[in-house]
């Protein structure tokens, strides 16, 4: 398996633009989950889904912030308008279970908004 | 709210010293605990990951001990290398009644690097 894929790796944009982040999980984890690193928060889990079926959006920030997971082999995250605060390293991950088993990390979309 | 912390911030060890990270956390309540390795520019990579009924898992030179009631676990990795460079991440996963909710919260990391 290729593992979790995340396009675009990097993409930079200006402030107020759309960005679109996509992820394609392993086949057959039934979970997915969007991450998002900054050197000042951390890691923080945004959302994640089960069968296609967000369960808790409860860490996403503002209205700004949608995803979607409209079948099992694709998710996005999309933010508009974008800030310059917005700027991280977004990660998607995914897993077959939920606490028995780990979570399988994407390589992450590093965003930079101007 | 669960925090979660992680001493030392980073670490430099010459080559082949047996090593402690430490990792706490103010909730005792969790389902379980996972320790992840990140290089630079990539993903997590799951090192251990350690049920909240388990003490320790032990993969390798590396050894994950989990003290629930007090809100700890350490990483000891053994006999470190040059590749063992990283940050190392932990993270507790929240859950009650036998049932895990799918969170993880994450410390901020130890940043490791062994040199020659």
């Known amino acids: 398996d290729a593992g979790v894929i995340q396009s675009p790796r990097h993409e930079v944009t200006e402030m107020g633009q759309e960005v679109t982040l996509r992820c394609k999980p392993i086949?057959?984890?039934?979970?997915l989950f969007w991450y998002r690193q900054t050197m000042m928060r951390g890691l923080e889990l945004l959302i994640y889904?089960?069968?296609?079926?967000?369960?808790?959006d409860s860490g996403m920030p503002e209205d700004r912030f949608s995803a979607k997971m409209p079948n099992a082999s694709f998710s996005t995250l999309k933010i508009q308008p974008s800030e310059p605060r917005d700027s991280a390293v977004y990660f998607c991950?995914?897993?077959?279970?939920?606490?028995?088993?780990?979570?399988?990390f994407g390589p992450g979309t590093r965003l930079t908004v101007l | 709210k669960q925090e979660v912390t992680q001493i030392p911030a980073a670490l430099s060890v010459p080559e082949g010293e047996n090593l402690v990270l430490n990792c706490s956390f103010t909730?005792?309540?969790?389902?379980?605990l996972q320790w992840f390795r990140q290089d630079p520019g990539k993903g997590l990579t799951s090192l251990l990951l350690?049920?909240?009924?388990?003490r320790e898992q032990t993969s390798g030179r590396l050894n994950a001990s989990l003290d629930k009631s007090s809100g700890r676990s350490t990483l000891y990795i053994a006999a470190s290398q040059p590749g063992d460079s990283a940050t190392y991440l932990c993270a507790v996963g929240v859950g009650a009644g036998g049932t895990s909710y799918g969170k993880l919260t994450f410390g901020q990391g130890t940043i490791l690097t062994v040199h020659p």
């Open positions: 991950a995914s897993s077959p279970t939920v606490g028995a088993d780990t979570q399988y």
């Open positions: 086949s057959g984890h039934d979970y």
């Open positions: 889904f089960n069968n296609n079926v967000p369960i808790d």
């Open positions: 350690i049920q909240s009924s388990q």
């Open positions: 909730d005792s309540a969790i389902y379980n």
